[in-house]
């Protein structure tokens, strides 16, 4: 969620903080802010909205420093005005947050009942007042933050300065994710590897209840019970280029180009091409009684499309679940079962919290993650990386397929281990999904059609996605896509559950987009698509060669895609439902890459 950096240096800071908050953009944010030690005081510069903003008012007013912490704040308590955008300054101390403390109302009143005067409606403003207060006390810095760690109940990720402490940045991580820098005679402090990229590809991944104490030479890091500790310093791969849109108008668009490449990555790494084998380490599919899926959002929708696969090609039952509701229901869980959790960022705070749920009743855990330094990643028994590499546009669009492209390799492994095909059956079976990437290559192609399309559909005030088997589970996704950055209401259904209610919907204002390819079954995506037009509703249809062949007459587009087969045709299907909705973006003029109200990595529930 939000963006943190720190920086203990050698040079003038405040670009260098600027230029790191560039990188966690993608979080998603709604203000932002740096303070910096300047001869011995804090001094700070904020601004509600983009970082244009601040550089705005940095330009007005500069600091000249070269120690301070900055921040990207997706607002939760108090709304995305300058005096709730980080840092927070109380006496001494300037603090930055990632996370929700739980207990701040309560702390709060305590704090004002000792006389302390808030500035903000922010939980963070408390842990600069009990920092203070520790320090008025006499205890020196690193006994003061120990001494407020205690108090904090929730989630959290903290960065802070204290005046007078010019080479000095205090650090923890209750949850949020947090790394330490190391650079030459510099140290650095940021929300992950991506916010340190332009300083250093020396870094340490602080675990939870880590706090650390940073100076230009080193880190001391302590753990939970306060013992100091060594965590492994590791290289992390220089990622500059795929940072870049490079010709692209935006991210989103540059991701979605990205799939074929990015989903031959990700196949290469669970197919063996020569003998024809699919390779999932570390789980034995034919011991189990069960998968239990946890996600959020796209991550859900890929676990859904999974679970088709997977109980269809192995006969092994699948239950999906949307992690925020999982653990509050109390599910019946068991040993015999196998539970994956599915996050692009690793970081999911409700789907690590279902997972570490199921950890606890003794069940086996798997990750299907893109970042494989994230906590749910180290927490697992068994990691399943999807190998995209870093998604910065807030809509995930390559993480998705790749995720789809690892649930494929899951269904073919687990049909294997459970004699539900043979050899023949697995070779054909990943010769298909070899075949993928040029599919959605050959989809994507589509895009100058689709443009078309979606100078229509933006005018429309809501809209209908339908679909039967996987296509269901996509209609959804198309349906999430297209509200989260075009801000178009949109809904997905099973298309059996039209007459069930939505049909109700149905009028010549409405687009519907129906999502069938000429497989099992296509003949009721058809009939559906008669339904909706008898009263008017405006269908585009989205299939292949041989659907549009034997779709029904009267649809106001058909948009044909590759042919494919039924085990891979939501990875091919994903391309055009993803165009559409960039496309409807950009014409309605809307922010593409950081969507109102949304965050690239949801670390708090």
């Not at 709730?84 to 109380?90: R, S, V």
């Not at 509200?483 to 007459?499: D, N, P, Q, R, T």
Request: proline share 4%; with cysteine; hydrophobic share 45%.
């Amino acid at each position: 969620m939000c963006g943190i950096i720190g920086i203990v240096g050698t040079k003038p800071v405040a670009e260098r903080l600027i230029e790191s908050l560039k990188r966690l953009e993608y979080r998603g944010y709604d203000s932002a802010g740096i303070a910096a030690q300047v001869n011995g005081v804090l001094e700070r510069r904020r601004a509600p909205g983009k970082l244009r903003e601040l550089e705005a008012v940095l330009a007005a007013h500069p600091l000249n420093a070269t120690t301070g912490i900055g921040h990207t704040r997706w607002a939760t308590h108090g709304a995305p005005t300058e005096a709730n955008a980080h840092p927070h300054i109380a006496g001494r101390v300037a603090v930055v947050h990632n996370g929700i403390i739980e207990n701040f109302a309560e702390l709060k009143a305590e704090l004002q009942a000792a006389g302390r005067v808030f500035e903000s409606q922010t939980d963070t403003e408390v842990v600069a007042h009990l920092l203070d207060q520790a320090l008025s006390t006499g205890l020196e810095p690193l006994e003061a933050f120990e001494a407020t760690l205690k108090r904090l109940s929730g989630a959290f990720a903290l960065c802070v300065l204290i005046s007078g402490e010019d080479d000095v940045i205090l650090a923890a991580r209750n949850g949020p994710p947090l790394a330490v820098g190391y650079g030459q005679g510099e140290m650095f402090i940021g929300s992950d590897g991506l916010a340190l990229g332009p300083f250093t590809n020396r870094v340490s991944y602080l675990e939870d209840g880590d706090h650390v104490i940073a100076t230009h030479d080193r880190a001391r890091i302590f753990n939970a019970s306060g013992t100091e500790v060594v965590r492994e310093i590791k290289t992390v791969p220089a990622s500059a280029v795929l940072m870049e849109k490079g010709n692209y108008r935006h991210f989103m668009e540059k991701e979605i180009h990205d799939q074929p490449e990015g989903c031959q990555r990700t196949i290469a790494a669970y197919v063996d091409t020569l003998t024809g084998r699919a390779t999932i380490a570390g789980v034995d599919f034919s011991t189990l009684e069960r998968i239990q899926i946890v996600a959020c959002g796209t991550s859900y929708i890929a676990g859904m499309i999974g679970r088709y696969l997977i109980e269809q090609l192995a006969d092994l039952p699948v239950d999906v679940e949307i992690a925020s509701e999982f653990r509050y229901r109390q599910p019946a869980l068991r040993p015999g079962a196998l539970a994956i959790a599915m996050s692009q960022s690793g970081e999911t705070a409700d789907t690590l919290a279902a997972f570490r749920h199921c950890a606890a009743a003794g069940m086996k855990t798997a990750a299907i993650v893109n970042a494989t330094e994230s906590t749910i990643a180290r927490e697992a028994d068994v990691v399943w990386p999807i190998h995209c590499g870093p998604e910065i546009g807030v809509a995930s669009t390559k993480a998705f397929t790749a995720q789809v492209s690892v649930m494929i390799a899951i269904a073919i492994a687990a049909a294997r281990d459970r004699n539900r095909i043979d050899a023949a059956e697995e070779q054909r079976l990943v010769r298909v999904l070899i075949e993928a990437p040029r599919l959605i290559a050959e989809a994507i192609n589509l895009e100058g059609s689709i443009k078309d399309i979606a100078v229509e559909i933006a005018k429309a005030r809501d809209v209908l996605f339908l679909g039967r088997g996987p296509m269901s589970a996509l209609a959804l996704e198309g349906a999430l896509k297209l509200k989260e950055i075009s801000y178009i209401h949109a809904e997905g259904y099973a298309a059996g559950e039209l007459k069930h209610g939505p049909i109700a919907l149905v009028d010549e204002a409405t687009p519907i987009i129906i999502l069938a390819p000429y497989d099992s079954w296509f003949e009721k995506s058809a009939s559906n698509m008669s339904e909706v037009m008898a009263r008017g509703g405006q269908v585009v249809f989205i299939t292949d060669p041989d659907g549009a062949k034997h779709a029904p007459a009267g649809a106001r587009v058909v948009v044909t895609a590759p042919a494919s087969d039924p085990l891979v045709s939501a990875l091919v299907m994903s391309a055009p439902i993803q165009l559409l909705a960039y496309h409807v973006a950009v014409v309605k003029g809307a922010d593409v890459d950081q969507p109102r109200n949304l965050a690239k990595s949801v670390t708090v529930e």
